[in-house]
């Protein structure tokens, strides 16, 4: 195995249960807006916000700031309430519903299995990093609520480059290894569980890539991960 220096781990999904965090978060909303939550609500909320994310990716959507305006980011955060919800209510009230939101999403966080344990012992040998498309304003309080920040040197997101430019563009890659200002890629590992973010992403910028593969999936033949996982701790081993 490789004498990484460098180990990158993304954060929803692959160390934090995103689908419970976000599931809370919904409820919260739900509850502020008067409405009744349900599952199906919920599953139909989940569905359309990845597919937002993705024609948000895809500029689908005209935005009225410029990238580099401190307003772009909440903007386009609220625009989801105001889709989902169907025009309910103005932009004024989605971004309280977003301020919600967000806080929501630190207030309950769900560890998933082996995490703390992993990141402790890697801590010790590597420079550990995070890097997330999700919003940064949120990271630190995850990791905080999983008593996991110490772990981390650096944190990165998708929100922090200058286009605001996701995983798995390889420009995400290349503004992350100068803001950790480390750039041998030969020393680098990428964790993460989506094939198509996480692992094109390290492929796509000439870095190795662990998938964790919670679910036991079958690995399409498209993509080649260095290392495959289905438990954190398993991590340990691998190096």
Excluded at 1 to 8: A, E, G, L, T, W
Excluded at 30 to 49: G, H, I, P, Q, V
Aim: charged share 30%.
């Amino acid at each position: 195995m490789k004498d990484y220096k460098i180990i990158i781990f993304d954060l929803d999904d692959t160390l934090i249960d995103n689908l419970e965090n976000v599931r809370y978060a919904f409820k919260k909303m739900e509850e502020y807006l008067s409405k009744t939550y349900s599952e199906e609500r919920f599953n139909a909320w989940y569905l359309f916000d990845k597919q937002f994310w993705k024609d948000f990716y895809n500029n689908k959507f005209s935005i009225p700031y410029d990238k580099d305006d401190s307003r772009f980011v909440s903007y386009v955060q609220s625009l989801r309430y105001k889709i989902f919800y169907q025009n309910e209510f103005d932009m004024e009230k989605a971004l309280e519903i977003n301020k919600l939101f967000l806080n929501s999403l630190k207030e309950a966080v769900f560890e998933i299995d082996g995490a703390h344990d992993t990141l402790e012992y890697l801590a010790q040998k590597y420079t550990l990093v995070i890097a997330t498309n999700g919003p940064s304003e949120a990271v630190i309080t995850k990791l905080e609520k999983i008593n996991c920040l110490a772990f981390f040197t650096y944190i990165f997101s998708s929100d922090m480059t200058k286009n605001k430019v996701p995983k798995p563009s390889s420009i995400f890659f290349d503004e992350l290894l100068d803001y950790i200002n480390f750039h041998d890629r030969s020393k680098i590992l990428m964790v993460g569980d989506s094939l198509n973010i996480d692992v094109a992403g390290g492929i796509n910028s000439n870095i190795d890539t662990c998938w964790f593969n919670r679910n036991n999936e079958e690995l399409p033949e498209e993509y080649k991960p260095t290392i495959e996982i289905t438990r954190l701790r398993q991590l340990i081993r691998k190096l």
